[in-house]
């Protein structure tokens, strides 16, 4: 007989972030797999939407409007869960925005801000999980989304991949902690997704003149959308392993460049100069 892995039947899953894009995506693909979710984010009309695509699935989401910086929305969210479903099984920490600004020009707000979001939320929320999972002799599964940007980072990215990339590690050592506890952990490693995520970006980072989804310097072959993400998250549920990643050959080029960080330099010269002439600096 072949192992079928975890059988998400029934089982709980709770999501921040998921008003749009990758958070979105993944709560209808659960919903598809059968489990019931308990649904963050600020925006109540989106996640109202996202909510009764969920119940025309034969499934329940219940919601907790706030923003993951709030002091006790990792609690609001773990007794949200216990009341409505009785516990939970899965917790999927994935609110978070970029910030598109050369490391020397971000300021110090700037980035306390971002990693107040993308990081210590997330620790925030995955840690709480855990000690209640624990406390009540619980198996479950914890993931972080992080990005591709965990591994190496692009101009003008320095604050956002240094939050994805301490969640990543976050995860990692996590993992090794709460194995023997049934515990799985997992971080999730996007490449260029189509979400909001860009829009949100360049709004919060001054660029009025951002009118696409992606950036035009992002290769296609390396753009996917937010559902190809959601699809290999479930086959993390239901296979539990360290990380979740959806291109090879990003994956594999993230790696040569940790062996051979020059070569990095070379592959990013030409997106470098590119930011610098937005900015009106041309490179020399
Ligand atoms: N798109 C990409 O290319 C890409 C690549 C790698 C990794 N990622 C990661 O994927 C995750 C999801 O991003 P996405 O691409 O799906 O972008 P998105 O469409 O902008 O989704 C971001 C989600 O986070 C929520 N959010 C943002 N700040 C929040 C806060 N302070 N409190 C509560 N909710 C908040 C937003 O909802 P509200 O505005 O309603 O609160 C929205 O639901 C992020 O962690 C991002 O770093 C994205």
């Not at 978070?96 to 939320?121: C, K, M, Q, W």
């Not at 939050?163 to 050592?173: G, I, P, S």
Request: hydrophobic share 40%; charged share 25%; proline share 4%.
């Amino acid at each position: 007989m072949p192992d079928m892995g975890v059988n998400l039947q029934d089982k709980v899953i709770i999501i921040t972030g998921a008003s749009s894009g990758i958070g979105a995506a993944t709560a209808i693909e659960c919903a598809r797999s059968g489990m019931d979710l308990v649904l963050n984010a600020r925006r109540a009309e989106k996640l109202t939407e996202v909510a009764r695509a969920i119940e025309k699935l034969g499934r329940k989401a219940t919601l907790v409007i706030g923003d993951v910086t709030e002091k006790d929305l990792s609690l609001r969210l773990l007794d949200e869960a216990e009341q409505a479903f009785g516990g939970y099984y899965a917790v999927f920490s994935n609110a978070g925005h970029g910030l598109d600004r050369p490391a020397h020009e971000t300021s110090e707000d700037e980035l306390r801000h971002i990693f107040e979001v993308n990081y210590f939320a997330s620790v925030d929320l995955i840690s709480a999980s855990a000690k209640r999972l624990i406390e009540q002799g619980r198996p479950g599964h914890l993931l972080m989304n992080s990005s591709c940007l965990a591994k190496f980072t692009l101009p003008h990215h320095s604050a956002y991949s240094a939050t994805k990339a301490a969640q990543n590690h976050f995860c990692r050592a996590m993992r090794l902690e709460l194995k023997p506890e049934r515990i799985e952990v997992s971080s999730v490693h996007p490449i260029t997704t189509t979400t909001e995520f860009f829009q949100v970006s360049q709004t919060l980072s001054g660029n009025k003149d951002f009118d696409g989804i992606v950036p035009d310097h992002a290769p296609r072959m390396f753009i996917q959308p937010p559902e190809r993400v959601a699809r290999a998250i479930i086959r993390c549920l239901r296979k539990p392993h360290a990380e979740v990643w959806t291109s090879f050959i990003v994956r594999a080029t993230a790696g040569m460049m940790t062996i051979f960080p020059s070569m990095f330099d070379v592959l990013m010269r030409k997106q470098a100069a590119a930011e610098r002439a937005k900015r009106g600096k041309a490179a020399t």
